[in-house]
């Protein structure tokens, strides 16, 4: 676990984002779907198409007022290289196999994490240019200067997100674990908890558009919290990276404004780096703190004996916005990670006739040391089922 993180560039409004300390990437809305690669042979371009995810607020929403931060900048950048732009939304698994036979793509992505770590094969990236990361959220005044300001606290987490697994695995703290940022803004509303522990822009545009900027929202830092973010272009266009590279530099005013709009949080960040105070014990506090399911694999053969064949499509499409909201930051939107271990369109050619065996068994008893959070016990037993039949309507 010793890799920083750049998963949450997601706006991770819904629990469980974010991914745990050391896992590279993940989150991030699953380069490898994205059509970029289609379209080499695009005539030189008069226009700048750009990728985006098409409901991710604060960062990028291809409908309503709000348009995102990466929309907005994506438009200034396209002002500054005198070039229109044309977005390409990314894309539903209904759409994406239309998206890869009509060779729909595009010339650039905002955004992806500027991590070295994090690599997309054929993708060139841009210097970073705006920094996110974990916030806390709390009353105004509030001092946090140390993690250990934080053991006098009522502490609001959410499930499976980096600041969860800190706590677990550092003794003495009031952790309370929330599934999604309004239960935990109403947790602060009522006093039940005293500061929570959120991803930074989503907790700052929620502060900015709901809540009157009533709450003080800290950046913070320590390892998992956070990290930086870039553009990506295809390999084969690197005059057109250097270009939006300069305009990313000279923008750099109107990217700190666009922050400002969208309520992400500018303070100087806090370092909760629990770096002097992990234990012996640490290692294994994160595992520990999991709950550990008791389903064992004969269980789970009964239970797929009594799946329906068919599910309806009504509980196949709720499966699908259980997956995108509690899943998709670690696996991608409709399990399209770029990162091949957790591309789950992979699981029949991995596991061949197991592979729902294993589904079931990974999701119920997760693989805490890899950054698998445990989900038995908390997602109800017959919804993991519908998500796994989800998961067999995108396998290759
Ligand atoms: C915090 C990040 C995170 C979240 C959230 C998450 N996963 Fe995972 N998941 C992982 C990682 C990392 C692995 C890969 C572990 C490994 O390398 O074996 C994984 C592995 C898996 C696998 C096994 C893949 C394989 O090929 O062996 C399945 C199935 C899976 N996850 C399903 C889910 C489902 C369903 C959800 C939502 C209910 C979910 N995951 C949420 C991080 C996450």
């Known amino acids: 676990m010793s890799k920083s993180l750049n998963d949450l560039f997601r706006s991770n409004r819904q629990g469980a984002l974010g991914s745990i300390s050391g896992l590279v990437g993940a989150l991030l809305l699953t380069a490898a779907a994205l059509p970029l690669h289609a379209q080499a042979q695009a005539a030189s371009p008069t226009h700048l198409r750009v990728c985006s995810d098409p409901d991710n607020l604060p960062f990028s929403k291809s409908e309503g007022p709000d348009k995102g931060l990466y929309i907005d900048l994506a438009e200034k950048v396209g002002q500054r290289l005198g070039m229109p732009v044309d977005y390409v939304w990314w894309l539903t698994f209904n759409q994406r196999r239309a998206m890869r036979n009509s060779m729909a793509g595009c010339d650039a992505y905002f955004a992806l994490p500027a991590d070295a770590d994090y690599k997309v094969r054929g993708l060139l990236k841009t210097s970073s240019f705006l920094n996110v990361s974990y916030a806390a959220v709390g009353a105004p005044g509030q001092s946090i200067h140390t993690l250990t300001d934080l053991k006098n606290k009522r502490v609001g987490v959410l499930f499976g997100s980096p600041p969860q697994i800190l706590l677990a695995v550092n003794e003495g703290f ?10 935990a803004f109403e947790a602060l509303n009522k006093h039940e908890i005293d500061v929570a522990l959120l991803w930074g822009p989503s907790a700052g545009y929620d502060n900015v558009k709901q809540f009157n900027n009533q709450w003080q929202v800290t950046p913070i830092t320590g390892e998992g919290m956070g990290g930086q973010v870039a553009v990506a272009v295809q390999k084969d266009q690197p005059e057109l990276k250097e270009k939006i590279d300069q305009a990313l530099k000279d923008l750099q005013p109107e990217i700190a404004a666009l922050a400002k709009k969208y309520g992400f949080p500018s303070q100087l960040p806090v370092n909760l780096s629990s770096a002097n105070r992990a234990s012996e014990s640490g290692k294994n506090g994160a595992a520990d703190h999991v709950v550990t399911a008791a389903n064992n694999t004969s269980k789970f053969m ?13 509980s196949l499409q709720a499966a699908k916005s259980r997956f995108n909201n509690t899943c998709s930051h670690c696996h991608g939107a409709n399990g399209a990670s770029p990162i091949s271990e957790r591309d789950l369109r992979k699981l029949k050619s991995r596991y061949k006739d197991q592979w729902q065996e294993v589904a079931y068994t990974t999701i119920t008893k997760g693989r805490p040391e890899l950054g698998m959070p445990t989900w038995g016990g908390v997602i109800p037993d017959d919804e993991i089922k519908n998500v796994i039949q989800f998961l067999a309507t995108v396998q290759r």
Do not use: C, G, L, Y
């Not at 009031?174 to 239960?183: P, V």
């Not at 239970?303 to 499509?313: E, G, L, N, W």
């Open 174 to 183: 009031n952790a309370q674990t929330f599934r999604t940022h309004e239960q």
């Open 302 to 314: 009964r239970q797929v004996a009594d799946m329906p064949a068919k599910i309806s499509d009504e």
